[in-house]
């Protein structure tokens, strides 16, 4: 399995906000121990989700120069389950943006339903941890992550012929 | 508070962050942030920390402070605990210097400089 836990940008402003959206279903494995016979996305995967939008987000806001570590869940707050079949849609605005991270805000929606607001910390580590050095290439914005803008930049003007 | 999720009680001015009040090295990311909003003043990491005199090759042997560098800090950070830092002076352990007083008396200064 791989770990990207959203499907597609839906809109994309860059250094304000982004919304992304995932389709939930039961061909993922661990909905089948979360929980056997009562499949919900957990809580901590909906924030991995919004910490990759929100992650990719504060990203190009540098043009991907910075190494965006999610440092810190400032506020998780959820108020419905997320089940299989559903589709959740991330919303990220960028509240604070700084040399050494940024601060975002968050919503995840089902339909109208508001199903959560996580608001989290990114860390640009190589400002960060007094002069520590991290290796040279860029770890966090790998391929598989960077294709995901890529797709939705093309989504529109370039058809992909089969 | 919020930021390290500690009661209104517990936020003396000697307190200090990390032994006190349980803050962790990314918790000071987290403090700027939300000391920028309330005060409207734009902090950067490198100056609360001190980065400067911190990464001075002239201050630092084998990555710990030396007499030098030690009282160049002193000079800066106000309010600060140093009992333990003293002891063990390591560029990675800085941040136990900082009292809930060193803060305000940053914020103060930045305040007056605007």
């Known amino acids: 399995m791989r770990w990207i836990w959203f499907d ?34 957990p809580a901590s995967l909906l924030i991995e989700g919004m910490a990759q939008t929100a992650g ?11 190494k965006v570590i999610l ?14 079949g559903q589709q959740v849609r991330f919303e990220a605005r960028i509240e604070q943006l700084h040399q050494a991270g940024a601060v ?33 290439e860029n770890f966090v914005f790998t391929e598989e992550f960077l294709a995901l803008l890529t797709t939705y930049r093309q989504r529109g003007t370039e058809r992909i012929r089969l | 508070m919020d930021a390290l999720s500690v009661e209104p009680d517990e936020v003396t001015e000697t307190a200090t ?3 006190d009040l349980g803050a962790e090295s990314i918790d000071f990311l987290d403090i ?38 030690l009282k160049a800090l002193k000079e800066r950070i106000r309010d600060g605990d140093w009992a333990t830092f003293e002891k063990d002076p390591s560029i ?13 008396n940053f914020i103060e200064q930045k305040l007056a400089a605007k």
Do not use: W
């Not at chain 1, 806001?61 to 910075?66: I, L, S």
């Not at chain 2, 990675?92 to 305000?104: A, C, E, L, P, R």
């Open chain 1, 8 to 41: 597609r940008f839906e809109e994309f402003e860059s250094g304000t906000r982004a919304v992304a959206v995932k389709n939930v279903t039961l061909a993922e494995d661990h909905l089948h121990d979360h929980f056997p016979g009562f499949p919900v996305m």
């Open chain 1, 56 to 66: 990719i987000l504060v990203g190009e806001a540098r043009r991907f120069r910075e």
């Open chain 1, 71 to 84: 440092a810190k869940v400032q506020r998780a707050v959820f108020h419905e389950l997320v089940r299989p």
């Open chain 1, 104 to 136: 975002t805000r968050g919503t995840i929606h089902c339909g109208t339903t508001l199903v959560g607001e996580v608001d989290l910390v990114f860390s640009h580590i190589d400002q960060n941890l007094g002069g520590r050095e991290f290796p040279e």
């Open chain 2, 17 to 19: 962050l990390f032994n």
């Open chain 2, 32 to 69: 700027i942030f939300r000391l920028e909003k309330a005060f409207g003043v734009k902090i950067s990491q490198d100056e609360l920390t001190q980065n400067d005199i911190i990464t001075n090759p002239a201050y630092q042997e084998n990555r710990k402070l030396n007499a030098a560098g």
């Open chain 2, 92 to 104: 990675d352990k800085i941040q136990s210097v900082f009292t809930v007083g060193t803060i305000v």
